[in-house]
C-alpha cells in the first residue's frame, strides 16, 4: 500500500476515551475518504475531502470528526469512543483520470 | 437501504474450476462497477472495473460481467488458484469525477482449495 501510509496499526481505546486517526498519502491527490469495515457491513464511508479545507460526510459520520489540514494528511478523531466504533478503518485516495480508489493499509481500533 | 448487495457472504471452489463472484445493485445512476480483493490485515486493492455503457470486461483471469436489465454483475475468475482466495467487494460509483465516491457490498470470502 505505497503512497498511503495510516497510524497507528492497531490501537486499544476504553470508552469514552479520544484518539485521532491519521492518514498521509505522497501521492499528491486531491480527494481522500475514511472508511470503516466491519463483518457483515463491507466498507461504510465516513467522511470523505474533496480537496484541501472542505470535508463532507458520508454514510456513517456520526461520532467522527475530520479535518484535511493540507494537501497530504487527512485525519480521523473520535471525540468519546464507544463499543460500536470497534472498527477496521481504512484511509483512501481517489486517483483522478481513473475511477478507483487507493487504500491504506488500515488501523484496526478496539474499544472496551 | 442497501445500494450494493453481495448476498453469497462464502463461496468455496476447487483449484483449476471456475469462481462466480455476484453483486446486485438498486441505483440505475451508477456509472461505474468496481471488484477490490481484500487479504487480511491489508487494505483492499483494485482488482477491475467495467462502465455502464459496456456488458463485459476482461483481464487475464478475470472478467466482470454487467447484465443492466438486471442490475447484476458478476465477477468470474477462471481458472481459479489458492492465491485468489480472499474477500472480495463489488463497488459502485456515485457521480464519478471530481469526487470518485464508491457505494460497497458486503463483501464474499473466496476459498480455493488446493
Known amino acids: 500500500n505505497a503512497g498511503v501510509t495510516q497510524t497507528p496499526k492497531f490501537q486499544v481505546l476504553k470508552t469514552g476515551q479520544s484518539m485521532t486517526l491519521q492518514c498521509a498519502q505522497d501521492m499528491n491527490h486531491n480527494s481522500m475518504y475514511w472508511y470503516r469495515q466491519d463483518p457483515g457491513m463491507g466498507l461504510r464511508l465516513i467522511y470523505y475531502s474533496a480537496s484541501e479545507g472542505t470535508t463532507d460526510k458520508g454514510e456513517v459520520p456520526n461520532g467522527y470528526n475530520v479535518s484535511r489540514l493540507n494537501k497530504r494528511e487527512f485525519s480521523l478523531r473520535l471525540e468519546s469512543a464507544a463499543p460500536s466504533q470497534t472498527s477496521v478503518y481504512f484511509c483512501?485516495?481517489?486517483?483522478?483520470?481513473?475511477?478507483?480508489?487507493?487504500f491504506g493499509p488500515g488501523t484496526r481500533l478496539t474499544v472496551l | 437501504d442497501q445500494q450494493v448487495k453481495q448476498n453469497s457472504p462464502s463461496l468455496s471452489v476447487q483449484e483449476g474450476r471456475i469462481s462466480i463472484l455476484n453483486c446486485d445493485y438498486t441505483?440505475?445512476?451508477?456509472?461505474?462497477f468496481l471488484w477490490y480483493k481484500k487479504y487480511p490485515a491489508e487494505g483492499p486493492t483494485f482488482l477491475i472495473s467495467?462502465?455502464?455503457?459496456?456488458d463485459k470486461n476482461e483481464d487475464g483471469r478475470f472478467t466482470v460481467f454487467l447484465n443492466k436489465s438486471a442490475k447484476h454483475l458478476s465477477l468470474h475468475i477462471v481458472p481459479s488458484q489458492p492465491g485468489d482466495s480472499a474477500v472480495y467487494f463489488c463497488a459502485a460509483s456515485v457521480g464519478s469525477g471530481n469526487t470518485g465516491k464508491l457505494i460497497f457490498g458486503q463483501g464474499t470470502t473466496l476459498q480455493v482449495k488446493p
Open positions: 441505483n440505475s445512476m451508477f456509472d461505474y
Open positions: 483512501a485516495i481517489f486517483l483522478a483520470g481513473s475511477i478507483e480508489q487507493f
Open positions: 467495467i462502465s455502464s455503457i459496456k
